[in-house]
């Protein structure tokens, strides 16, 4: 059971990146998938998730200007991120819940972690 967050690199404020989280060893379908990050020095803060039938939640922070998507064909949810601030630097964290609910996503009980990927913001 293995979840891979990919994507990250370096980019100037104003720039774009996507971020991919592919699972391996369980099936993908069956479960609501979160974005995590934390900054240096900082707790780890609730991104955004996506539903098994792809119901979505945004934190405020970033409402407007990332975008959650699944493939579950892919086994991978993607998170499309636009207009990056420096205050968006974070290792960013994707995490499995595996919920009888369809509709529903949250930022607790998960069930699976997957190694983060560092997005860096320049200003």
């Known amino acids: 059971v293995q979840l891979q967050a990919s994507g990250g690199g370096l980019v100037e404020a104003g720039g774009s990146l996507r971020l991919s989280c592919t699972a391996s060893g369980f099936r993908f379908d069956s479960h609501a998938i979160s974005w995590f990050r934390q900054a240096p020095g900082k707790e780890r803060e609730a991104v955004s998730c996506i539903s098994r039938n792809s119901n979505t939640k945004y934190a405020d922070s970033t409402q407007g200007r990332f975008t959650i998507s699944r493939d579950d064909a892919k086994n991978t949810v993607y998170l499309q991120m636009i207009s990056l601030k420096p205050e968006d630097t974070a290792v960013y964290y994707c995490?499995?819940?595996?919920?009888?609910?369809?509709?529903?996503?949250?930022?607790?009980?998960?069930?699976?972690w997957g190694k983060g990927t560092q997005v860096t913001v320049s200003s």
């Open positions: 995490a499995a819940d595996r919920t009888p609910s369809s509709r529903h996503c949250g930022f607790t009980g998960m069930d699976t």
